[in-house]
């Protein structure tokens, strides 16, 4: 909450409905924020206030209220976060919106590739749907799995194309690029490197506020690279 003048509501605070919605509660009105549609609403004004003033700076909200004569200006910021489990057969992906503290689920999926395919298509189908991803809910950044070559040297040589053919949807995207290892994810997601994937897909599920584990695996992967992200690069105000 900012100020003008040195002025400020001496009630407020914000809750999450539910996925869709959040409301700004202050001692001078509501306000209900829809995070699909990314559209505010004014519900209630005391009888001595005027409308609210909403202005959107790319990912900034500017929330003016005029109440006894005095501005009160609030600001919340938000981003739309993607997050990638890249694999040639499946590749996960993800979206987080980075509302201040608050993070929730907006989609995920998995773009799978048959064996039968030439690997050239295979990756062209991996790039254009990465595409289609980032064009639909507009990520500035994604958080992205970095290849783990263990004992099968061949997996990992595929993972690998698959992992640059997302790579070049993201820099046509122009998100900023955040690149963990899996022992990395894990510290963020669960607070343990050596974290079982289970204890993985439950904590993606409470941190996400989600009823049930995301399928299949490789979007649950996905977002927890996408949280990961958030975890290395600070909170947002708001």
């Given at each position: ?29 509501l ?19 005027k ?49 201040g503290?608050?993070l ?16 050239a ?8 749907q ?34 640059g ?40 599920r ?33």
């Open positions: 909450l900012l100020t003008k003048g040195g002025v400020i509501c001496q009630q407020w605070a914000w809750f999450l409905l539910n996925a869709t919605c959040m409301l700004l509660y202050t001692n001078k009105c306000l209900f924020y829809n995070i699909r549609l990314k559209q505010w609403s004014l519900r209630q004004i005391v009888r001595a206030g409308p609210a003033r909403i202005t959107r700076f790319g990912c900034l909200f500017a929330v003016e209220l005029r109440a006894q004569g005095r501005r009160v200006c609030v600001l919340r910021q938000e981003r739309y976060i993607l997050g990638i489990d890249p694999g040639l057969a499946n590749t996960g992906w993800g979206v987080v919106l980075w509302s503290a608050r929730s689920c907006v989609a995920y999926g998995c773009v799978s590739t048959d064996a039968d395919v030439p690997l298509q295979r990756l062209l189908k991996i790039n254009q990465i595409e289609a991803v980032i064009a639909r809910f507009s990520p500035v950044a994604v958080g992205i799995e970095t290849v783990w070559f263990g004992q099968n040297i061949t997996a990992a040589f595929a993972t690998g194309q698959a992992r053919a997302a790579l070049v949807a993201c820099a046509q995207g122009g998100l900023d690029v955040g690149e963990y290892t899996p022992k990395q994810i894990k510290m963020a997601v669960v607070g343990e490197g050596s974290a079982e994937k289970e204890q993985v897909q439950y904590m993606v409470q941190i996400l506020g989600l009823e049930q584990v995301p399928k299949p695996d490789h979007a649950s992967d996905a977002l927890a690279a996408a949280i990961c992200y958030t975890t290395h690069h600070g909170s947002l105000s708001g």
